[in-house]
């Protein structure tokens, strides 16, 4: 007999396949018992693809349907679907628990089939011996033993198998339960953050912090306001966005018509017939101001008619009165035109929001402030932008953070949100720090923000400094809360935009 040696080079090519299995699914893959070693393989290589994708496999694909439903229903009930999309990590985690329902569900499979075998194998053995009974007793021989051969065993199984594969199937409840509570957290943070939610809710401990902050609720309180509030989101969105020619005009100065606010004004008129002040005698038809003389006349046979004539005619002797009565108008207190503006648009820069938050912005200004600060966040990361928030009252009271994807910055953003304003207003500070800031390399030609009621003047110092950072680039954009004191906002920013829709905000 002739010996060959063993060629480890031809067992490694056998099984070269292997190599693309991911290596933390290699274990299940290999010990899952569905299909042949390369079909399992190359199955979850298709599921893998599919899923980051962000859709399911074709239904031909491994594993067969009976065994594969289960999981598919519980994918679509859940929608995860669209979190899954270019996300390897995550459908890494998921084929980890998809294969274990596929495990499961083969268990429960094999033993379902099992369990109809039995039964059709019994019914089969009944079927058979009656006839074998009806046999022997007309040809009047003994009964014989009843066995099932391979090919009637054969036959029951492939009857079960089929029985059981046309069941109608639920989604599996073990995925559902594993990850229908972490879908909804990132469903709820995508719907305030669009694509950046999708990036949050990678991290399932983040997803989970983010919902239990006190400062997420604030979140979508404000994602409404923004809805009814469209002007807001265009200024936002408007700054600094690429021109398209020399000559095109800049969206930012045409997105806020300036606007006048109407007050009320009490105004104090002399009017007639008020009894306030006795002004002489005159003739008329009023009872109530008429002279004791003509009162007597009523009393009297013959002159009772003439006084019911001269009351017809207005000619009694009445009292005349008049006073003071408060009219309520309507004043314009100032009348802004609408400024058309053409100039080159700049390139896109970070964003600057700088928001008041003294004790005079408490109420709706406070909201305003706030949806500002999450749409200047929303529109900085979807035009790669960096952020970054600075809130100021009294004298040393300032605080800036920038806000960025990750949960030290979403956390800083839900704290601000919860925050409730109060305190005094020093304007200078916080744009003397602006200014410093636009001076680094990767704060110039910032877009700034400034949110306030208007309640401060501007130093002679400031308005210099100011005006130094806005000629070398710097745009500074004012979002007046209110249409009072607007000397400080003209001095420091080149559009103001006046917000009045008091009654959308939640005010009156």
Not at 9 to 21: I, P, T, V
Not at 397 to 407: I, N, Q, R, V
Not at 444 to 469: Q, T
């Amino acid at each position: 007999m002739r010996l060959t040696a063993f060629d480890a080079a031809s067992l490694n090519l056998r099984f070269d396949f292997l190599d693309a299995c991911p290596e933390h699914l290699f274990p299940q893959v290999v010990t899952l018992p569905i299909g042949t070693l390369m079909e399992r393989v190359n199955g979850v290589l298709s599921w893998r693809k599919a899923l980051q994708a962000g859709h399911l496999p074709p239904t031909t694909c491994w594993p067969p349907a009976e065994i594969a439903n289960p999981a598919r229903l519980a994918l679509e009930s859940l929608g995860i679907l669209r979190f899954t999309k270019g996300q390897p990590e995550l459908v890494d985690a998921l084929m980890h628990d998809i294969l274990a329902v596929f495990a499961e569900r083969h268990r429960s499979f094999r033993s379902e089939v099992m369990s109809r075998l039995r039964e059709l194998e019994m019914l089969e053995r009944q079927r058979l011996e009656a006839d074998e009974q009806a046999r022997a007793k007309r040809k009047k021989h003994h009964q014989r033993t009843v066995i099932l051969n391979q090919d009637c065993l054969l036959r029951l199984q492939m009857q079960a198998e089929g029985e059981q594969a046309r069941q109608i199937l639920a989604a599996d409840t073990g995925l559902l339960d594993l990850w229908s509570e972490r879908v909804h957290a990132w469903r709820s943070i995508a719907d305030v953050f669009d694509d950046l939610g999708q990036m949050l809710g990678r991290g399932w401990d983040l997803a989970r912090g983010v919902l239990k902050q006190s400062g997420w609720l604030d979140v979508l309180r404000l994602r409404e306001l923004l809805e009814k509030l469209p002007q807001l989101r265009e200024i936002v969105q408007a700054l600094g966005r690429l021109h398209l020619a020399a000559d095109d005009e800049s969206i930012a100065e045409q997105v806020f018509i300036p606007m006048r606010r109407l007050e009320e004004e009490i105004r104090q008129v002399r009017t007639p017939h008020i009894p306030a002040e006795m002004r002489g005698i005159e003739r008329s038809g009023e009872i109530a101001r008429m002279l004791p003389a003509e009162a007597s006349m009523l009393g009297h046979p013959q002159l009772r008619l003439l006084w019911h004539a001269r009351r017809a005619e207005r000619a009694l002797m009445t009292y005349r009165v008049e006073g003071i009565e408060d009219e309520r108008t309507k004043v314009e207190r100032e009348a802004l035109q609408e400024v058309e503006q053409k100039c080159p648009r700049q390139q896109r820069g970070p964003i600057v929001s700088v928001i008041d938050t003294s004790g005079s912005m408490h109420g709706v200004p406070e909201k305003v402030a706030k949806a500002l600060v999450l749409e200047a966040l929303r529109t900085a990361h979807a035009e790669k932008r960096r952020c970054l928030v600075l809130t100021f009252s009294g004298t040393g009271d300032l605080t800036e953070h920038e806000l960025e994807l990750s949960p030290e910055g979403i956390g800083t953003l839900l704290n601000f949100l919860g925050f409730s304003f109060g305190g005094g207003t020093d304007v200078g500070g916080v744009m003397e720090r602006i200014v410093s800031r636009l001076k680094e390399d990767e704060w110039k030609k910032a877009d700034v923000l400034l949110v306030s009621d208007g309640e401060w003047s501007a130093p002679a110092s400031v308005i210099s400094i100011v005006k130094e950072a806005r000629n070398d680039g710097s745009r500074f954009h004012g979002i007046l809360i209110g249409n009072h004191h607007r000397q400080g906002f003209d001095a420091l920013c080149d559009p103001v935009h006046v917000f009045r829709d008091w009654v959308l905000a939640g005010g009156h």
